[in-house]
């Protein structure tokens, strides 16, 4: 019996993260009418649908659920085996700092397959402030910083009109969001809820509704991303994320809501990895490498 074909796995999954063909094929760097065939292809393969395509992307079939955590470890164990005769195996300890704003709900999946990609990197992550990370930079607190800055806004964040020294994992679209109930509030002292005062977002978000002269009270502080989502579900007020920071329970407001908040539009977040220091060591410029790779 014939196995799979990595290449297809790789599209597989890329799909299955990616949330649909057309947004997979550029990471892909293939047209969409080539990972249509080697899904196809795939299926034919598998001898079973993998995915359902519609309006709203593609999405898991029971039997493509299945298959999804497999193909991961083919592929995790196919670049585990070429990077060991390679000599490019990660073998060490590695200290991480990851902004709570980054992936919340997919960074503990990526970590897993990081881990399991290369199993010899003991990885030690804390989730930190953007600006604690940036802050840190220059010291011995973690190896690789993983930090967002807010872009194409007056006044968004320490730095926004210069590029980033570091490597630029994605950009994504910031939202204003609140719990589903909250879009039929009348308009008036916006109530907000945000992390403390040392969040780059929070400064950002306070700045920009003073510069309108949007009236405005911290309805509720969380302690990070987390908090802040359950605040949010609980109708407690309004707050700014960026699109995969977005939690159940919670939604991106839509025009008609934003207008009657009297809201003003939003910038977008920049995710990237902070560039090498003096003196780095070969193995962390091969983990920043991996961290690029797996994050991006």
């Excluded at 999946?109 to 399991?116: E, I, K, S, V």
């Excluded at 220059?138 to 872009?151: C, K, T």
């Excluded at 934003?258 to 902070?274: D, I, T």
Aim: with cysteine.
């Amino acid at each position: 019996m014939r196995g799979f074909e990595t290449d297809q796995l790789r599209t597989f999954v890329t799909v299955a993260e990616s949330g649909s063909l057309s947004a997979a094929a550029p990471r892909l760097f293939l047209s969409q009418s080539s990972v249509s065939e080697q899904l196809r292809k795939l299926e034919e393969r598998a001898g079973v649908p993998l995915l359902t395509r519609g309006k709203k992307g593609a999405a898991l079939t029971p039997a493509g659920a299945r298959l999804l955590d497999y193909a991961r470890r083919i592929l995790s164990l196919n670049a585990l085996a070429m990077a060991e005769l390679r000599g490019q195996s990660l073998d060490g300890e590695l200290r991480l700092a990851v902004t709570d704003y980054f992936r919340p709900g997919e960074i503990a999946g990526m970590l897993r397959r990081l881990r399991d990609r290369y199993p010899h990197l003991k990885l030690h992550v804390t989730v930190m402030k953007s600006a604690a990370i940036e802050a840190a930079e220059a010291l011995d607190a973690f190896d690789i910083g993983l930090s967002m800055r807010l872009i194409g806004a007056r006044g968004a964040d320490r730095g926004a009109d210069k590029q980033p020294t570091g490597t630029v994992l994605r950009r994504e679209a910031l939202a204003w969001v609140a719990a589903p109930e909250m879009a039929e509030a009348p308009a008036g002292t916006l109530p907000l809820v945000l992390l403390p005062d040392t969040c780059s977002m929070h400064q950002f978000v306070v700045q920009l509704l003073m510069r309108k002269k949007r009236a405005f009270e911290i309805a509720h502080s969380a302690s990070g991303v987390a908090g802040l989502h359950l605040a949010l579900a609980a109708g407690l007020g309004v707050s700014c994320l960026n699109a995969s920071a977005i939690g159940p329970g919670v939604m991106p407001l839509d025009a008609a809501a934003v207008g009657a908040w009297k809201l003003p539009p939003l910038p977008s977040a920049e995710f990237y990895l902070l560039g090498a220091r003096r003196g780095e060591t070969a193995f962390i410029g091969q983990a920043r490498q991996a961290l690029a790779e797996q994050f991006g």
